[in-house]
């Protein structure tokens, strides 16, 4: 694997709870279900396996919350990435219906599981603001309230002065307050994760990365890196922008983009009170989104689009630094002490992708950037699926794997769509 710069937020991991302890596979057998990645899909799937009262195994090739779950933003967003009568017009009132109820469901999912299990996570849920950048995006804003408040969600239009006051900042023309969404730090909420799949009576194992899987009749053997291996008659992979050649051509489904973040040093009170006063977190209409929220230690974070490769150095953050001040120029001057990326797995139509290329396996990828509250109930869906045979259970039926043309290039495509966007966007 790649070793991304810097290894990880070291924000989140200064500001969580200390994990659960964990560690390698260093004996074969066999589980019930073995769940491979540690990231919110897979602990959620760990946990809600065991709560049904199957004996799930789950390996991580480092550490809890190695990949995006351990590095994004904490914002808990409802809903996928299309509006609910776009999802309609797509898969028809049945399905389309259905779906949208499930991306509904996904920020309660997360913060309903935090309170039963009393989770140490900090958080907060004042809802989420998305701010629109042009006059085509309020249009869009004004459909996806009206969209949401006639499916009985908390969602209100902004005008310009009322997103000014709760964004804190004029560079906005109006927005959306959908009162579902909320903030919690990632790594805390993972590692929570953990110790209720472990309370559960789940078996984790980290630093193992799992390096192949043959299946043998209705048998799978699960190969570790460290030598070990498990059978059993079902997997569920969930590695996501991680994944590597385990399966193959899954890699190849996706766009496994690098999402970039910068967080300033605490504000001072005063300066807290101008930026996002009310606690909401925020997103924009742009293409090339920038997302912010203060977090509880309150640091502003920002993050949005950088270089496709791996970051080299400070630099590679410094478009996001130059942004924080003509968003917030009362933040003018403030220094950073936090930098880090992860990758975010998109997908060719914006949906999450389940496929089952062989009996007993189930494979889910693609998170659009929207994995908090997605990856969590998609981890309860997986779960029911498995313990119940319930097919129904599933928000999307599994597709074939099938790559995206010319994917090898996919790296020259994505600049030059981004170049793109970032023309559409307009200047920041
Ligand atoms: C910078 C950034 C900001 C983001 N901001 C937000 C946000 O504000 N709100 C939001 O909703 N979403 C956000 N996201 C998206 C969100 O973080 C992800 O959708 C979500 O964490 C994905 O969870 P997951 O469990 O599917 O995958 P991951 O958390 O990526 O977990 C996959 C795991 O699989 C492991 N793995 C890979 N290969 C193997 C192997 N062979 N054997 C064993 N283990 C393996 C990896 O080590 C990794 O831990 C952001 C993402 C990034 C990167």
């Not at 808990?76 to 509006?83: A, E, M, Q, S, T």
């Not at 209409?285 to 920002?302: C, E, I, P, Q, V």
Request: hydrophobic share 40%; net charge positive.
């Amino acid at each position: 694997m790649t070793e991304p710069f810097p290894l990880g937020p070291a924000l989140w991991a200064a500001t969580a709870p200390p994990p659960p302890a964990t560690a390698p596979l260093t004996e074969s057998g066999r589980a019930d279900v073995v769940v491979i990645g540690g990231g919110f899909c897979g602990l959620s799937t760990a946990l809600h396996l065991a709560e049904a009262g199957l004996k799930p195994v789950l390996l991580e090739a480092r550490e809890i919350g190695f990949g995006g779950s351990g590095r994004n933003g904490g914002q808990v967003i409802p809903g996928l990435k299309h509006d609910p009568d776009e999802l309609v017009a797509m898969f028809g009132p049945e399905r389309g219906e259905r779906l949208a109820a499930f991306g509904a469901g996904t920020a309660d999912a997360v913060f309903d599981l935090i309170d039963r299990h009393r989770m140490d996570v900090p958080r907060t849920r004042t809802g989420w603001i998305q701010g629109a950048h042009t006059d085509e995006g309020l249009a869009q804003a004004e459909r996806r309230a009206e969209q949401w408040a006639r499916r009985g969600a908390p969602t209100r239009l902004l005008d310009k002065a009322e997103a000014d006051r709760l964004i804190g900042s004029e560079r906005y023309r109006g927005g959306w307050l959908d009162g579902r969404g909320g903030a919690v730090q990632p790594l805390a909420y993972a590692r929570g994760l953990a110790k209720a799949a472990l309370a559960a009576g789940a078996v984790l194992h980290t630093d193992t990365p799992v390096a192949g899987l043959s299946r043998r009749g209705t048998t799978w053997t699960v190969r570790t890196g460290r030598g070990p291996s498990l059978t059993t008659e079902r997997v569920v992979l969930c590695t996501n922008g991680y994944s590597g050649d385990l399966w193959p051509r899954l890699r190849q489904t996706i766009i496994a983009a690098n999402s970039f973040q910068v967080a300033t040093v605490p504000l001072s009170d005063n300066l807290r009170r101008t930026v996002l006063p009310e606690g909401q977190v925020s997103s924009d209409t742009r293409k090339l989104l920038l997302y912010f929220r203060l977090d509880h230690t309150g640091r502003l974070l920002l993050g949005g689009r950088g270089p496709f490769r791996e970051p080299r150095g400070a630099a590679d953050w410094a478009h996001l630094e130059r942004i924080v001040p003509k968003l917030f120029p009362q933040l003018a001057g403030i220094d950073f002490d936090h930098r880090w990326c992860g990758r975010v797995a998109v997908t060719r139509d914006y949906l999450p992708h389940l496929h089952a290329p062989e009996p007993g396996l189930l494979i889910d990828i693609g998170c659009q950037g929207r994995g908090v509250g997605l990856q969590t109930r998609m981890g309860q869906a997986i779960a029911r699926f498995v313990a119940r045979d319930d097919a129904d259970a599933l928000p999307v039926a599994p597709s074939p794997i099938t790559p995206l043309p010319l994917h090898g290039l996919h790296r020259l495509y994505a600049a030059a769509v981004v170049a793109w966007y970032r023309l559409q966007d307009g200047g920041l």
